[in-house]
């Protein structure tokens, strides 16, 4: 599975932006999409999922403000994030979980490269 991240930018407060992550590969084999961000000094969290029966998930900061989607069409994952605030610049990692049987259960995660979100207060 590969994953291309794209959309970061600088923005100003209350403003928005809409990241998208395309995969490509065996992505029906994908059960779980999120994306996570990395700010300067501090551990990656994890902002929002999308499991392939499109239940949603969100870090209390963001929840009202960003939604996660999905278009199986395109095997794009999007986040549409408004009302930024300064305290969600960050790297931004689009990371899929992978659940398949060969001969027994087999797990794995991929990673997409990050892209930066600036927000300017």
């Known amino acids: 599975v590969q994953l291309q991240a794209s959309g970061g930018g600088l923005v100003q407060a209350g403003g928005s932006l809409r990241l998208s992550c395309a995969a490509s590969?065996?992505?029906?084999?994908?059960?779980?999409m999120g994306w996570y961000r990395q700010a300067p000094g501090r551990q990656r969290e994890l902002v929002a999922s999308?499991?392939?029966?499109?239940?949603?998930n969100y870090v209390d900061s963001v929840k009202g403000r960003f939604t996660i989607s999905r278009d199986n069409a395109k095997n794009t994952v999007y986040l549409q994030m408004n009302s930024l605030k300064p305290e969600d610049t960050a790297v931004y990692y689009c990371k899929a979980d992978r659940t398949w049987y060969n001969g027994g259960i087999e797990r794995r995660e991929y990673w997409g490269q990050g892209t930066q979100v600036t927000v300017s207060s």
């Open positions: 590969g065996p992505i029906a084999s994908i059960n779980r």
């Open positions: 999308i499991t392939s029966a499109r239940t949603t």
